[in-house]
């Protein structure tokens, strides 16, 4: 099986090409068998690969040869099975195949049906490359080509130059990130003299910690996870991607690419282990986009928008998690996070679909009537982001509180309001939505429609992920045995054994886990109050909002900020650059000494003409004609 | 045999348009060019990887000064070859619709200056590469200041001036490295091994280092490059920026380092630093650029400087980028001005805020075009990336600081190309594009062909690494062990 391993990415890449070339002749059924057939064939191959795995069966790296040898510097084309890429397969492969099902019902009227399922499926492709490649260079071309994907898809719909401006911003503050990952790789190349994994991690392995040059480059490979994974400060463009279809959402901006991040540091966790700086760097800025999306998310009134910011929170509940050095933590809440997030942004998708495009959840209210199917799995993954027992989420999250508090009790309070706010705004968004009475227009009432079964299938099936996928790590508090740490251990063994870790005891753990609920508690019932007994609807002015509220609604403020540091500098340089640098003084200088020279030999007037172009290129001429008749004789 | 049929078979095809004045001028041009194209894959497939100079020919022209006819090729010529002819067909085709006056002359110029070039790559004596180098300007100035825009006279001028001022200055640097050889030679190997003190060899550099810099151009010797791409008839715009470029990046490799390492240790930095300044300065010039030539022309600069930043690093990987770098650029050049002309050619205007929504008309043609985007902003599976990559990582071995600020291209190049495409080819479609037809069936396969080269190179970027490497190392080991004595 291990050696059909190849075919993971490939089906994919072969998926993109039919529909890419074909798009013009082919039918709407055969792109959707090819699209939808391709992923569920490298999901195949993935389980298939992964009972090995369960069963016993070691990492192994398939290799193709060398891709290139550029002197000192070359890179092998391999793939790295082991128990961390077979999982990010299963997650890309499985929840994408489900994405590809619901687009077949969510597209379905779409004029650009085929180009959008190529680009889903170069998506795909990419994100495989990412991590299925056996060093930094795959790691990194797979990166590059989910950014370019996504920035295919949030522009989509390229008739509107809104859309086309959110794809732009994502490309370029990806790159941003960019210069940060690709400046680490030189590092690592640099430091180890190579860039494939197994050489760099056993020289790492070696290593003492706290070493200038592993700190750098950690860094700088966080950097890049900033961008890629909607971090502080590189987090802005996720919230503005939601411009694209809401099935790229859910896929790109929610459980495959903004993952990409933490996939990047728990490859590399030798490395990150070694940097303890590093990684205190990572568990603030974590904690910081944690509270800062949650914050941002409790005022928002476009479903997508609550959702994103939602995203961009719960990636920093990752990285904290990976900050402090619990990577299959992270893993796990990355896992449970795919299943509910990937949920919640089809089921806004599908009420979307039934509100005929209307995202304004003020304009909602009452759905649970309409769209049973999407309110019951909405409510799933409802209970599985807010982490009540025993939904998914509940798992994940406490594990990374309990990880917090080992490592600080201040972070530890700072998550749990983290976890209160998130609690307040998805019961806001969630009651808004489905309860009360409607509040759009005559027309959309009179369309509300359930979606069709391609739609709601995908739906029940992640609405069932979502509620038991907690259960792959319980901890052993909760008699469990931590299923997926054992399983991830082979990758992470190097670390563990750098890592001093004492588990908290299990009446810590009990009373963490009790405030965590009784802390969600009390936010549904905030909630409940304001927006289902009270039916309060939040105001379209501003005039009457506190200025924390004002903060929140503006998104902090932060696009604003960015535009006047960066973008207004950097156009004001390039402008000044050009129209009085370039235009005026180098040319002017050049302009001036060639004058000079034409007063002299206007002075001169050696030929009649007194054209020095003419006089000089006589010359040059002459020269070379003489010397060509001199040879040809 | 075959480095001289490279050279002749153009400059009897131009010959032949110039006697004849044949009305057929386009089509024999283009059969004479595709032909070229041919001899230029048999000789790449008869290559043989090593670092020794291959398919040789030697004649004898003025014994007493020691010029002899001398040409051919090591895996470095050959890929610049190899360049030159599968862009010149290119080059000849994007000018076929113009119905220029006098076409022959138009078309047996553009041959001449092909033979030119395939001179500049081959020639293994000093005297000769000079006699080419300057051999190529010949026509090129015809070119610009018969068949150009409204300016051309000026730009032209300046342009001539300029680069005649540079080489004025190689010259000056040949005729030194002469009277220092032995019984006096201008033999490539014998000024190679010209043996100079440290002091001279910085005058020799610098002497050498102005002619290329002002061809390339490095910043801030560039101020002729933009005016000259944009007044030019697109087929010379595509010859300077594809390939008369490449004659002095190529000059670098030729002889500055092999004959002057000890100044390219104490000055390299100077020039680097220099390159850098200009990868940034010109990146943000091209953000506010309105025409479509000019914002091509000032990211070429960018490129450009990369490349004379990778060259200067003096380690394997800025070679070997800048030598893949020269390959994709070329393509990507030739790429980007095509396409910009057939905007020009459909709409009547190249100012980038009266395009728009072409994408909904010409989803083809829009395709292609992000691909060459793509391979110019360096994505991963393209060409771009692998050249980019290397010099990226040449110049950081060489100073962490210089690197990460030349890194920044990645994000000014994605900011002004992107800028560009979104504004000419997205949103809604205005007065000049509406009626935008999409490519046809023969435009589609032209373009096609650089598709197809963009992704082979991406995706198999050892094949062409591989040709030059034996070469590169060749340079690259007496200047590492001076620095190291």
Redesign the interface.
């Known amino acids: 099986m291990i050696n059909a391993a190849w075919l993971i990415p490939l089906l994919p890449l072969v998926g993109f090409l039919i529909n890419a070339l074909g798009k013009k002749w082919l039918s709407k059924n055969i792109v959707s068998v090819v699209a939808c057939g391709s992923v569920l064939g490298s999901f195949v191959i993935a389980a298939g690969i992964f009972i090995g795995l369960l069963g016993g069966a070691g990492a192994q790296t398939l290799s193709l040869g060398e891709l290139m040898n550029a002197g000192g510097f070359s890179v092998s084309l391999s793939l790295l099975i082991d128990p961390l890429s077979v999982l990010m397969t299963l997650i890309i492969t499985g929840i994408g195949f489900f994405i590809h099902v619901y687009s077949v019902g969510y597209m379905s009227h779409d004029e650009g049906f085929a180009r959008y399922f190529s680009y889903l499926n170069l998506f795909v492709f990419s994100m495989l490359m990412l991590v299925l490649g056996a060093n930094y260079i795959l790691m990194f071309v797979g990166w590059e080509g989910v950014g370019f994907c996504s920035y295919l898809l949030i522009g989509f719909w390229f008739g509107d130059n809104a859309n086309n401006d959110a794809a732009k911003k994502a490309f370029v503050m990806n790159r941003i990130g960019d210069v940060g990952f690709l400046t680490g790789i030189f590092l690592i190349f640099i430091t180890f003299g190579s860039i494939e994994y197994a050489q760099v991690f056993s020289s790492a392995a070696a290593m003492p910690a706290g070493l200038a040059v592993i700190t750098t480059i950690t860094l700088l490979l966080f950097i890049g996870a900033t961008g890629k994974s909607a971090q502080i400060p590189l987090f802005t463009w996720l919230p503005d991607a939601m411009a694209g279809p809401t099935p790229v959402s859910a896929l790109i901006h929610a459980a495959t690419m903004v993952t990409a991040g933490i996939y990047m540091i728990v490859r590399s966790n030798i490395l990150f282990t070694l940097a303890p700086i590093t990684m205190e760097v990572i568990t603030y800025v974590g904690v910081a986009t944690a509270l800062l999306g949650a914050f941002v998310a409790i005022t928002q009134n476009d479903i997508k928008k609550v959702l994103a910011y939602s995203t961009v929170s719960q990636l920093g509940y990752m990285f904290v998690a990976v900050g402090v050095g619990a990577y299959s933590t992270g893993m796990f809440h990355l896992i449970t996070h795919a299943f509910f997030k990937a949920l919640l942004f089809l089921g806004a998708g599908s009420v979307i679909h039934a509100m005929s495009g209307e995202q304004d959840i003020r304009k909602m209210g009452g759905l649970k009537k309409d769209l049973p199917v999407t309110y019951l799995t909405f409510l799933a993954g409802v209970l599985a982001i807010v982490g009540l027992p025993p939904f998914s989420g509940f798992f994940s999250k406490d594990e990374i509180l309990a990880k917090v508090f080992e490592h600080s009790t201040v972070l530890a309070v700072v998550m749990v309001i983290t976890f209160m706010m998130t609690a307040f705004y998805i019961f806001r968004m969630f009651f808004l939505v489905f309860f009360g009475g409607f509040r759009g227009s005559e027309k959309q009432k009179s369309h509300l429609h359930e979606s069709p079964a391609v739609m709601t299938a995908p739906l029940i099936v992640l609405a069932v992920l979502a509620v038991a996928g907690g259960f792959i790590n319980v901890p052993e508090t909760l008699f469990g045995h931590h299923a997926l740490a054992n399983f991830l251990e082979p990758v992470l063994r190097p670390s563990l054994a750098i890592i001093f870790s004492e588990e908290p005891s299990h009446a810590t753990e009990y009373m963490l886990m009790a405030i965590a609920i009784a802390g969600t508690l009390v936010m549904f019932a905030v909630a409940y109050s304001r927006y289902l007994t009270k039916s309060h609807v939040p105001a379209a002015s501003e005039k009457e909002q506190s200025f924390l509220y004002r903060l929140s609604s503006r998104k902090g403020y932060i696009d604003e900020f960015y535009d006047m540091i960066i973008r207004k500098p950097l156009d004001w340089i390039s402008s000044v650059l050009n129209d009085v640098f370039d235009k005026n003084i180098f040319d002017r200088i050049v302009n001036s000494v060639g004058e000079l020279v034409v007063v002299g030999s206007g002075v001169a007037r050696l030929l009649q003409t007194g054209k020095l172009g003419f006089y000089l290129f006589i010359m040059v001429a002459g020269i070379t004609a003489m010397l060509f008749f001199n040879f040809m004789f | 045999m075959i480095t001289i049929s490279l050279l002749c078979l153009p400059l009897l095809a131009a010959i032949f348009l110039l006697i004849s004045r044949s009305a057929m001028a386009k089509q024999i041009a283009l059969v004479a060019t595709i032909a070229e194209l041919v001899i230029a894959v048999v000789a790449a497939v008869q290559f043989v990887q090593n670092s020794s100079v291959q398919f040789l020919a030697n004649y004898s ?2 014994p007493s000064l020691g010029i002899d ?1 001398k040409v051919g090729m090591d895996g470095i010529s050959l890929l610049l070859v190899l360049l030159t002819a599968f862009l010149m067909p290119f080059i000849v085709h994007v000018s076929f619709k113009k119905n220029y006056d006098k076409e022959w002359a138009f078309y047996a110029l553009l041959l001449l200056a092909q033979s030119g070039l395939i001179g500049v790559f081959t020639s293994l004596n000093g005297f000769l590469f000079y ?1 080419f180098w ?2 190529v ?2 026509p090129v ?1 015809f070119l610009a200041i018969l068949w150009g825009g409204e300016r051309r006279v000026a730009v032209t ?2 342009f ?3 680069t ?1 001022l540079g080489s004025f200055f190689m010259l000056l640097g040949f005729i030194y490295l002469y009277l220092q050889t032995p019984g006096g030679s201008f033999d490539m190997a014998a000024l190679q091994s010209v043996q100079l003190d440290r002091e001279a060899q910085g005058w020799v550099f610098w002497a050498f280092f102005i002619a290329f810099a002002i061809k390339m151009p490095v910043f ?1 010797f ?3 490059q933009p005016d000259m791409y944009a007044e030019s008839p697109v087929s010379v715009t595509m010859l300077l920026s594809a390939l008369m470029v490449k004659m002095a990046v190529y000059g670098v490799f030729r002889w500055i380092l092999p004959v002057t390492p000890l100044a390219v240790e104490d000055w390299g930095n100077v020039v680097i630093i220099l390159s850098v300044t200009g990868i940034i ?1 010109a990146s ?2 091209a ?3 309105k025409n479509l030539r000019r914002l091509v022309a000032y990211a070429s600069i960018a490129h450009v400087g990369l490349m004379s930043a990778g060259v200067f690093s003096m ?3 800025g ?3 800048t030598m ?1 770098q020269m390959l994709s650029h070329g393509i990507g050049a030739v790429a980007l001005f095509y396409v910009i002309e057939m905007i020009y050619e459909k709409t009547g205007t190249m100012e980038i805020a009266s395009l728009g ?1 072409i ?2 008309k010409a989803p083809v043609f829009a395709t292609i075009f992000l691909i060459f985007i ?1 391979s110019t902003i360096a ?3 393209t060409n771009g ?2 050249g980019e ?2 010099l ?2 040449g110049v ?2 060489y100073s ?1 600081v210089l ?2 600020i030349s ?2 291209t ?2 000014l190049g ?2 002004y190309m ?2 560009m495409y ?1 504004a000419s080819m ?3 479609t205005s007065a000049v594009t509406q009626s935008f037809t999409d490519v046809t069936l023969q435009e589609g396969i032209i373009l096609s062909v650089i598709v197809v080269v963009i992704f082979w190179m991406g995706v198999q ?2 094949v062409f ?2 040709i030059a ?1 034996p070469a ?2 060749n340079i ?1 080991s007496p200047v590492t062990q001076t620095v190291i004595n």
């Open positions: 022209w003025i006819f006699f300057e051999a300007l010949i100035y001028f300046k001539f001036i300029y005649v801030p560039h101020t002729w300065y943000c010039i953000i506010v650029q380690n394997a990987e070679l070997q980028g893949f929504g994408t909904s793509l994505m991963p599976l990336f692998w990559f290397l990226l990582l950081y071995k962490m690197g990460t890194t920044l990645i994000v994605a900011v992107l800028r979104q997205l949103g809604k970027p050892s690494i591989d490497k590169i190392e690259l």
